[in-house]
T-cell receptor, first 115, second 115 residues
C-alpha cells in the first residue's frame, strides 16, 4: 500500500522569508514523488518530481524539494516567498516498482504568504 | 502546445439526472485520468484510461463511468446524480500509463453542482 501525508493544513509565511511545505510518504518499493500547485478555480499544475538521482530537485517558479529516504520525506521549499505563491499545494506518490499504479495525493496544504 | 481542455467549466443539475463531462488531453498523451475533488475528501481517483482501455479504477460506485476514444479524448458519465456528487471533476493526461514516472497535466476542471 502507498500513502502520503501533508501534516499541515495551512502554512503562513511572510513575503521574502523562506518557506517549507512538508510531505511524508510510504510505499513498498521505490517512490516516484511529485509536487503540484493549485490556484483558485484552476486545475493542478506540476511543479517538480523525484524519480531517482540527486536528492535535491529543482522545479518551476524557484521551488525545490529534498528527498530524504531515511525520513521518508519530500518537503517542498523556496528560499524567498512571494505573495503570488499563495495557493494550495499537493504532494503525490506512486510506487515505482509496480504495486498500485494509482497515484496517491495528500490532502493539500494551503500556503498563505503575507505582504 | 494546448493544455488539457475540460468542458463544460460549470454545470448545474438536479438529483436523479445524469451528466457527461468531456476532456481533451494534450496532443500525444494517451493516458487520461479522472479525479473528484471536494473540500472534505480531497482528491480522489476515479479511473484511468490508456489507449481506449480502462487501466485502473478507484472506489466509486458504478454510477460513475467513463470511456476514451481513438483520438484519446475522454468522457465521464455520472448517472442518477446525488447531492454528494457535487464536486470539482478534474481530468489529467500524461504520456504513459499510470505506473510511469511522467507527471500528470491537469485541466481546470468541471464544477458540478447538484440541487
Amino acid at each position: 500500500a502507498q500513502s502520503v501525508a501533508q501534516p499541515e493544513d495551512q502554512v503562513n509565511v511572510a513575503e521574502g522569508n523562506p518557506l517549507t511545505v512538508k510531505c511524508t510518504y510510504s510505499v513498498s518499493g521505490n517512490p516516484y514523488l511529485f509536487w503540484y500547485v493549485q490556484y483558485p478555480n484552476r486545475g493542478l499544475q506540476f511543479l517538480l518530481k523525484y524519480i531517482t538521482g540527486d536528492n535535491l530537485v529543482k522545479g518551476s517558479y524557484g521551488f525545490e524539494a529534498e528527498f530524504n529516504k531515511s525520513q521518508t520525506s519530500f518537503h517542498l521549499k523556496k528560499p524567498s516567498a512571494l505573495v503570488s505563491d499563495s495557493a494550495l499545494y499537493f504532494c503525490a506518490v506512486r510506487d515505482g516498482l509496480g504495486g498500485s499504479y494509482i497515484p496517491t495525493f495528500g490532502r493539500g496544504t494551503s500556503l498563505i504568504v503575507h505582504p | 502546445k494546448a493544455g488539457v481542455t475540460q468542458t463544460p467549466r460549470y454545470l448545474i443539475k438536479t438529483r436523479g439526472q445524469q451528466v457527461t463531462l468531456s476532456c481533451s488531453p494534450i496532443s500525444g498523451h494517451r493516458s487520461v485520468s479522472w479525479y473528484q475533488q471536494t473540500p472534505g475528501q480531497g482528491l480522489q481517483f476515479l479511473f484511468e484510461y490508456f489507449s481506449e482501455t480502462q487501466r485502473n479504477k478507484g472506489n466509486f460506485p458504478g454510477r460513475f463511468s467513463g470511456r476514451q476514444f481513438s483520438n484519446s479524448r475522454s468522457e465521464m458519465n455520472v448517472s442518477t446524480l446525488e447531492l454528494g456528487d457535487s464536486a470539482l471533476y478534474l481530468c489529467a493526461s500524461s504520456l504513459g500509463t499510470g505506473g510511469g514516472n511522467q507527471p500528470q497535466h491537469f485541466g481546470d476542471g468541471t464544477r458540478l453542482s447538484i440541487l
